[in-house]
């Protein structure tokens, strides 16, 4: 699980305390440099969870307005989407292997997950 996305969340949900912020936006960026395919320095400034981060430090430091966009790459609601997203997929329950890239298409009144295989394809 990305940690760091809901962390994110919950810093712009109003954190106030910068060594807080400073030390979620350290484990964020150790999180991102353990991932496969890590490019470095790339990876963690362009990381949606990491900007969100660095902009509600910015913030409580008057460095920007509360509502300001992100000044470069994905503006401050695309960060916002971005971290959202992720933790939804976490939440999900991994699937067994057979299942994957099937498409879920609701539950049964005992609560059990119903999959349409193979998925729909978009017209």
């Known amino acids: ?5 809901k962390d994110a969340l919950a810093i ?48 409580i430091c008057g460095v920007v307005a509360p509502a300001q966009d992100l000044p470069i790459g994905d503006d401050y609601l695309a960060c916002m989407k971005a971290c959202r997203e992720a933790v939804d997929r976490d939440k999900q329950p991994d699937l067994p292997a057979q299942l994957r890239g099937a498409q879920e298409v609701g539950q049964t009144t005992a609560g059990e997950r119903v999959f349409l295989w193979p998925p729909k394809k978009p017209h």
């Open 1 to 5: 699980m990305a940690k760091r996305h």
């Open 12 to 59: 712009q949900e109003g954190a106030c305390n910068p060594s807080g912020i400073a030390n979620a936006i350290v484990r964020a960026q150790r999180e991102i440099l353990d991932e496969p395919g890590s490019r470095g320095t790339d990876s963690v400034t362009s990381d949606p969870a990491v900007r969100l981060m660095v902009h509600q430090l910015a913030y």
